[in-house]
């Protein structure tokens, strides 16, 4: 075991030389802008008692520092003194000590512009990197207006300025002191700062309400004080600015305002309690023991439970002060990891190689947790039966609490843990698991670079003892059970009349805290105990035509699937040449389906001609792709009657009717969906109509689009994962291409870099320019619009694009794209590009707390300033309470009205074919994502560019 050092609250953390702890491992138990710097000053540890950086705290114990650095790419070492260290992630400041004593800034500072602060990624996708707009607010002439409840809470004291601002101040010492705790202890020790809430970085950076700058400074911008701590010298305070402003377009201290506030936040839900200490577990708190354990679930080894917890978010929007408070829940098994390794095979074997590589076949990609030290996230990559870790020993470096003099002490990881968190190691001969410590929002490993490419993965992975870890999360096999899947579902969604009661439950404790509403009032907040009222609107109605006739519906469900049966579609197509495959048991069987398929798509307008007939006699799960690799030439579409529902053989199918030269749709169904009696027709009725879409037929139209359609194409652009392809990610475009949005084409590759590069970006946008100039007698597109989807906020980052500290902007996909759509089409292109946000933690209530209905739209309030954004709520919520979505404007010179365009968004989500009804996104986005899905789940490679006219993917 030579060679490994130990991570904090992590166990063991390979290195290349025995090191001391891991202190620069992520706390997100104590929420800072930095990481964290181990090796000079106070001890580093997850509790929370220890740290000294809040002003309002004054617990016992070693301080926890920040190393300050700016946004940007890893750059050079932290210089203290004599000592360097290499930290990555962003472009850090020097501190150096001049020949008088006096404490100098070096590299990318600047005391009298930004904070430089590296804000945490939670906070980079807010970073207003785009020209703010002149917000546009919807009227009662453009849909019903409807007073509506949201998951917010009123923060801003009325008694101070509706303009909340943090002021930054400077603080330097005369002689420089290099300890980080006595730093730390002398700024707390100053008289200014007893009656004031502030947050100090460690460095020079000290935060304050801009309302109690008059109690520390008077009439004067600067504070001298003097000091005694093992030396004797002088502190001066210095007032550099206000931050926070709303207008600022100095994206660091926008972003630091919401650092400050949701850090100060944090602390009074861990430490000052509500009604007692919660848990932080990346960014949601949880009840010490809140967790319970799920009923219903059948065929299990173990029993489930679910974590129920709280997200609070703080941020200045265009209706102030507000805190988004949303439920979130933790899946994790009763058991521990050992127990599940126990659980693989015989569990006399467990240690052997043997045991542990079935075990690693099992576990591995499971993220876990430790009950120690909740606040980090691992993936499992590895169990193994080296043992040597227990006893390897390393140095742990600590501070004097008195004399701030280090101290070195020798120690094991057995009593490492008993020491640092009173556990105890009671299988001595138990595997380890290798494991990847994962981002703490995004639960995605973290970009790393190495020196070498021959560099052993196993550097950079921690080594956990199982007995003290948890499985959370929940695997694929329950997710296809549909029985167990429910009562997950059940056990974690919330009816809106639940969902607002906990929520105001939470602000009616936190408020009678008489400690936590001491802090707030102190940050100048105060927190409302209702949630927050805010004005809607109910879009029109979207009119639908099925080969000119009316399509009917209701809004409370948008469900017209019965209304399609027995009407012509938009372009119904004729099945000349269609290959049938099935086992060939079921042959009888596959003759009714095709019967059956004729009986319901004629009155459609389709016509299905006798198909070529391919029995499967083998059950080998690539017997079928070998059937098709034989019989697909020539066909139209291949359809395919499985005998279950085994992922192996429905990729294989998919890599087979995919494969670049001889591309074909393909249509898979389940065996027992077919015979199913009682809902055969609705089945085979939604096969047909998938049928005709993968074929390049259109199902159904908008009537009366808010955006004529004439020269405008629409695209749907997501990035997604590629499984088990290291370091792929998959690039999917799907555009509309022609007038009455109807019609689709798509263009898909791997790409190997974080972000989309610009040829890849070039090829996709070429390839559906061309599509739209073919449907359309050569003439290229006048406007385009693009939606790019989304999962998370921070993917805003490298899309919007980065403003470096010096104000240069490092450009996104949005400048690209308009780079690239005036090479193809001239630079007369009109280009809107909007982001479209699918997890969001807003929610709406009716009047009456239930969900609001489809055709929901808010664009005030709640909405951030500066953006020309909006929310909408365009499906049915049939369980839980509706999620809506989260649409940003990043860049506009079409001239649309913005009105229109929020109308447009809403009619979008009704022309996804693969469902009818309406649909989260719109249809290009949700088209671009099944296409995701499809090649990096399932075929894994770019599809056949002769299927990039048609929906193959459905």
Same mark, same amino acid.
């Given at each position: 075991m030579?060679?490994?050092?130990y991570g904090?609250?992590?166990g ?9 702890p891991d ?6 138990q104590?929420?800072t802008?930095?990481?964290?710097e181990g090796?000079?000053g106070g001890?580093? /540890?997850p509790?929370?008692g ?9 617990p016992?114990g070693?301080?926890t520092t920040v190393v300050?650095?700016?946004p ?8 203290t003194g004599s000592?360097t260290?290499?930290?990555s992630g962003g472009s850090?400041?020097?501190?150096t ?8 800034m ?8 930004a904070c430089?602060f590296?804000?945490?990624r939670?906070?980079?996708?807010r ?8 917000k546009?607010i919807g009227?009662d002439?453009?849909g019903?207006l409807?007073?509506?409840k949201?998951?917010y809470f009123?923060?801003q004291d009325p008694?101070?300025s509706?303009? #909340?601002?943090?002021?930054?101040l400077t603080v330097?010492?005369?002689?420089y002191?290099k300890?980080?705790m006595?730093?730390?202890v002398i700024?707390?020790?100053m008289?200014c700062f007893q009656?004031?809430s502030?947050y ?7 935060f ?9 400074f008077g009439?004067?911008n600067e504070?001298l004080e003097?000091f ?7 502190v ?13 377009l100095d ?5 630091t305002?919401h650092g400050?506030l949701?850090s100060?936040?944090a602390?009074i839900?861990?430490k000052?309690?509500?009604?007692e200490?919660?848990?932080q577990?990346?960014d949601?708190f949880?009840?010490?023991?809140g967790?319970?354990?799920?009923s219903?679930?059948a065929?299990l080894s173990y029993?489930?439970n ?7 978010l703080?941020?200045k929007y265009?209706g102030?002060?507000l805190?988004?408070?949303?439920l979130?829940?933790l ?19 467990v ?6 590589r079935a075990?690693?076949?099992?576990l591995?990609g499971m ?5 120690y030290?909740q606040h980090?996230a691992y993936?499992?990559?590895e169990?193994t039966?080296d043992?040597?870790g ?5 140095t ?5 609490k008195t ?6 002490q /020798? ?5 490492y ?10 299988h001595?001969?138990q595997?380890?698991?290798y ?15 190495r020196?070498t490419e021959?560099?052993?993965p196993?550097l ?5 003892v199982?007995e003290h870890?948890w499985?959370?999360?929940v695997t694929d096999?329950?997710k296809?059970n549909?029985k167990?899947?429910n009562a997950i579902?059940?056990s974690?969604?919330k009816e809106?009349t639940?969902?607002?009661a906990l ?6 404790n936190l408020?009678?805290n008489v ?6 009032t102190n940050w ?18 979207? /009119?639908?035509l099925q080969?000119?006739k009316?399509?009917p519906y209701?809004?409370k469900?948008v469900d ?11 372009e119904?197509k ?6 049938l495959?099935y086992?060939a048991?079921?042959?009888? /069987?596959?003759?009714?389906? #095709?019967e059956?398929l004729n009986?319901?798509?004629?009155p459609?307008g389709m016509?299905?001609e006798?198909?070529?007939i391919?029995?499967?006699?083998s059950?080998d799960l690539?017997?079928?792709a ?10 139209d579409i ?5 005998p279950?529902?085994k992922k192996?053989r ?6 087979e009717?995919?494969?670049p030269?001889n591309?074909v ?8 969906n077919?015979?199913n009696v009682?809902?055969a027709?609705s089945i ?8 005709n879409?993968k074929?390049?037929g259109a199902?159904w139209?908008i009537k009366?689009p808010?955006i004529k359609?004439?020269?405008?194409m629409?695209?749907g652009?997501v ?5 088990n392809?290291?370091k792929?990610k998959t690039?999917?475009f799907v555009?509309?291409?022609?007038s009455?949005y109807?019609?689709?084409?798509s263009s898909?590759d ?8 610009p040829a890849?970006?070039r090829?996709h ?10 449907a359309?007698q050569g003439?290229v ?6 939606y790019?989807?989304?999962?998370r ?9 980065v403003?470096?500290?010096?104000g240069t902007l490092i450009s996104g996909?949005?400048?690209?794209a308009?780079?690239?759509l ?12 909007c ?6 933690s807003?929610?709406?209530f009716s009047?009456q707390?239930?969900?609001v ?5 808010v664009d005030r309030k709640?909405?951030?300033?500066g953006?020309n954004?909006f929310?909408?709520v ?7 309470t509706?999620?809506?979505?989260y #649409? ?5 010179n079409t001239g ?9 968004t809403?009619?979008?989500?009704h022309?996804y074919y693969?469902?009818?009804g309406t649909v989260k996104?719109p249809a ?6 099944k ?5 990096g789940?399932?075929?894994k ?5 002769i299927?990039?006219r048609?929906?193959?993917f459905?």
């Open positions: 030579a060679g490994r050092g904090r609250g992590a063991v953390c390979a290195a290349r030389a025995p090191a001391a202190l620069g491992s992520l706390n997100l104590e929420p802008f930095g990481q964290r090796n000079s001890e580093s /540890q509790d929370l220890r740290s000294r950086g809040w002003g309002d705290l004054k016992a070693a301080p300050v650095a700016t940007g790419p890893p750059g050079p070492a932290v210089a000592r260290r290499t930290i850090i400041i020097t501190v000590q001049s020949n008088e004593g006096k404490q100098r070096d590299g990318n500072f600047d005391p009298k512009g430089t590296r804000v945490p939670k906070f980079r996708g970073f207003k990197t785009w020209t703010p707009f002149e546009t009227t002439r453009d019903k409807i007073p509506l949201t998951n009123a923060l008694t101070h509706p303009d #909340y601002l943090i002021a930054y330097n010492f005369d002689p002191v300890n980080k006595q730093r730390h700024v707390e020790s008289r009656d004031v502030f100090y970085d460690g460095r020079m950076g000290v304050i309400a801009a309302h109690n700058k008059q109690l520390i009439a004067n504070l003097n005694s701590s093992n030396l004797n010298g002088e001066k305070l210095t007032f550099m600015k206000n931050i926070g402003d709303p207008a600022d994206d660091n201290n926008f972003n305002t400050v949701n100060a936040f602390k839900l861990v000052r309690g509500y009604p200490s919660m848990v577990v990346r949601g949880y009840m010490q023991k967790y319970k354990e799920i219903g679930l065929g029993k489930l679910v974590w129920p917890g709280l997200k609070p703080l941020m265009d102030g002060l805190m988004n408070l949303d979130c829940n899946f994790f098994r009763s058991g521990t990891v050992l127990d599940a390794i126990k659980a693989v095979g015989n569990s006399r074997d240690g052997t190689e043997a045991h542990c075990a690693t076949e099992v591995k993220v876990i947790i430790t009950p030290n980090c993936r499992i990559r169990v039966p043992l040597a227990f006893e390897h020993s390393f742990r470096k600590t501070t004097d004399t701030y003099e280090s101290l070195q /020798q120690l094991s990881v057995k009593d843990l008993c020491k640092v968190y009173n556990m105890v190691i009671q001595p001969t595997p380890l698991i494991c990847e410590k994962l981002d703490a929002d995004t639960l995605e490993r973290p970009r790393q670079k020196k021959n560099d052993d196993k950079d992975w921690s080594l956990l199982p870890c499985l959370t999360g096999d329950l296809r549909f167990n899947w579902l059940e974690a969604k809106p639940e969902r607002a929520l105001r439950t939470f602000a009616v408020e009678k400690e936590a509403r001491r802090i707030l100048a907040m105060k927190l409302g105990v209702d949630l927050e009222d805010v004005m809607g609107r109910e879009l029109p109605l979207v /009119q639908l080969s000119q009316p399509v209701e809004r469900d017209w699937t019965k209304n399609l049966r027995g009407g012509r579609l938009d119904p004729v099945v000349k040449s269609f290959t495959v086992a048991q079921q042959e009888q /069987q596959a003759k009714a389906l #095709y059956l009986k319901v798509g004629r459609m016509d299905f006798f198909p070529q391919v029995p499967v006699a059950n690539k017997a079928f070998d059937a098709i690799r034989v019989a697909k030439k020539g066909s291949v359809m395919c009657l499985l279950d529902d192996e429905y990729d294989a199918i998919k890599l009717t995919t494969r030269g591309g749709p393909s249509q898979c169904i389940l065996f027992k077919a015979t009682k809902s027709m085979v009725t939604k096969v047909a109509l998938q049928m879409a074929m390049g199902l139209h009366n808010a359609g004439d020269g405008v629409v695209v652009c990035v997604g994962r590629a499984v392809m290291k792929t690039a999917a555009a509309s291409i022609n009455t109807s019609s689709f084409a898909a791997f790409f190997h870099s974080d972000t989309i590069d890849t970006y090829k946008m070429g390839d559906l320019v061309n599509a739209y100039k073919d359309n003439k597109p006048e406007t385009v619009i693009i790019r989807a989304m999962d906020e921070d993917e805003m980052y490298d899309v919007v694009g403003r470096k500290p010096d996909e949005v400048h690209l308009a780079d690239v005036r090479e193809l089409i001239g630079v007369n292109v009109k280009l809107m590009y982001i479209a946000l699918k997890k969001c807003t929610r709406f009047e707390m239930g969900n209905q489809p055709g929901t739209i709640i909405t951030i300033p953006r954004d929310y909408l365009s499906h049915c919520g049939r369980r839980g509706v999620s809506p979505m #649409y940003f404007a990043v860049s506009d649309i009205e913005f009105v229109d365009f929020q109308n447009f809403f009619q979008m989500t022309m693969n469902w009818s996104l290009v986005c949700q088209y671009a994502f296409l995701a899905t499809v090649m789940e399932h075929s490679i770019a599809p056949d560019p299927l990039n048609k929906l193959w459905l």
